[in-house]
């Protein structure tokens, strides 16, 4: 039997709820966000959610769709592709990996607490992840911190622990 070393995980509490980020998100997320920079980048987050625990883990992150508007300040994320690439992240999985939330890039020397505009946006999911049942769930990265946004609170960091990763 092998086995694998576990990848650090962040975790935030708000509202009584958990929210986990692994380093390998986190470091897909930075990545996308430093191909693009000085321009602003952002798309669609998944993740395991478990509503009677009050649980999400962010799993994946993916890239801006082709028909983003990615400036030096601002970033509208677009739909070309979005509800294909849910659907296979959902038929894939069986159901168990499904859209989260949203993630977006701030510009170089700013931090990642929300803008007024990110404030607009996660009105927009609150209403539509309501829907499920479940608080939205966005996350900001900037140069050197990532911040989650849960329910229109920013999440505080909890203590970090390691993930149970099965062995191969």
């Not at 509490?13 to 191909?35: C, H, K, N, P, S």
């Not at 592709?81 to 993630?103: C, F, K």
């Not at 700013?110 to 990110?118: F, G, K, L, N, Y």
């Amino acid at each position: 039997m092998t086995t694998t070393n576990a990848e650090k995980v962040w975790r935030y509490g708000a509202l009584g709820w958990t929210i986990t980020v692994d380093a390998g998100v986190a470091t897909r997320v930075r990545a996308m966000r430093a191909d693009r920079l000085p321009r602003e980048t952002g798309g669609v987050l998944f993740g395991l959610v478990d509503i009677p625990a009050k649980s999400i883990h962010v799993v994946d992150a993916a890239p801006a769709p082709p028909d983003s508007i990615e400036e030096t300040g601002a970033f509208v994320r677009g739909v070309q592709g979005v509800d294909e690439n849910i659907e296979t992240v959902r038929r894939r999985t069986a159901g168990q990996v499904r859209y989260v939330g949203e993630w977006h890039s701030h510009p170089p020397r700013m931090s990642a607490r929300p803008s007024s505009v990110d404030a607009v946006q996660i009105d927009w999911l609150a209403a539509l992840m309501g829907m499920d049942s479940i608080p939205a769930l966005m996350l900001i990265a900037a140069d050197k911190e990532l911040a989650v946004i849960f329910a229109n609170e920013l999440a505080a960091p909890q203590t970090e622990e390691r993930a149970a990763r099965p062995a191969a």
